[in-house]
């Protein structure tokens, strides 16, 4: 039976990530939809506020008693689709509006806030859903990441597997039964066996300093994805752990070979 590695565990943990954004980008998808499909008109009385920097702000007089709370509207939409996913991780800690600010932004967190005056305008309403497009550019970014580190867990997996399946099949047969040419090829494989490590090491290197971007607008750079994924695990880089020790196995193998080698000459 193969033996656990923290490639393992990562594998595990990246696959849970990805059901979780499957299903995030589709909350997010229905919250704007939903958000599109109230019928918000002009026709209130003006704002007689300020606009802030990102132009979604109209403070207008206090809407009349029949009016319908869009805003209201929208904090439900939001807290029926996005919130449950966005607070996976912090529980119950973060209110729906704070859960708004942070991945919508102030000024939409300031315009539905229930403490305001704000309405849900036209520009507003566009505004919201602009935002909320950009969010999802940002999940696909990061499921093109998470696509990524997904591939090179696997790759990984299946060289360090075929080499521990190489160790644990010549383990089988004692080096005091191998000739001399028996074990100048073992030195000699375990030579290529610590090059396929050394290779395994430069390309994680490459990946974990790479940028994927969605739209030429999204950069995520991949060791933030990583330094997030694998923070409360026991190896936060579980490829560049699990290579390091396999090419450690690999070194003390060939010492001992070379030990042998030389009491032959």
Not at 36 to 61: H, K
């Amino acid at each position: 039976m193969a033996l656990e590695t923290p490639i393992d565990r990562a594998s595990e943990r990246v696959d849970a990530e990805r059901e979780h954004l499957t299903q995030e980008k589709r909350a997010y998808e229905q919250f704007c939809s939903e958000v599109e499909s109230l019928s918000v008109t002009a026709n209130d009385p003006p704002a007689a506020g300020t606009a802030t920097t990102a132009g979604v702000v109209s403070t207008a007089t206090p809407p009349q008693r029949h009016t319908v709370d869009h805003c209201q509207s929208v904090r439900d939409a939001f807290v029926e689709t996005v919130y449950p996913h966005s607070v996976a991780d912090v529980g119950d800690e973060e209110t729906p509006l704070e859960t708004i600010r942070e991945t919508l932004g102030d000024s939409v967190a300031l315009v539905l806030s229930p403490e305001t005056d704000h309405r849900l305008t036209p520009q507003v309403q566009r505004a919201i859903c602009s935002t909320t497009t950009d969010r999802l550019h940002e999940l696909d970014a990061m499921k093109g990441a998470l696509g990524r580190e997904a591939s090179s867990l696997g790759s990984t997996r299946a060289d360090v597997e075929s080499v521990t399946d190489w160790l644990v099949a010549a383990n089988e047969q004692p080096l005091s039964e191998c000739g001399f040419s028996a074990l100048a090829e073992r030195h000699e494989t375990l030579a290529t066996h610590r090059e396929t490590c050394e290779t395994l090491v430069v390309d994680r290197q490459d990946l974990l300093d790479s940028t994927t971007s969605q739209g030429g607008q999204v950069g995520l750079t991949q060791r933030s994805l990583v330094e997030y994924l694998y923070r409360n695990q026991s190896a936060s880089y579980p490829v560049l752990v699990t290579v390091t020790r396999l090419d450690n196995v690999l070194a003390e193998c060939q010492r001992i070979v070379r030990n042998h080698l030389v009491r032959r000459v």
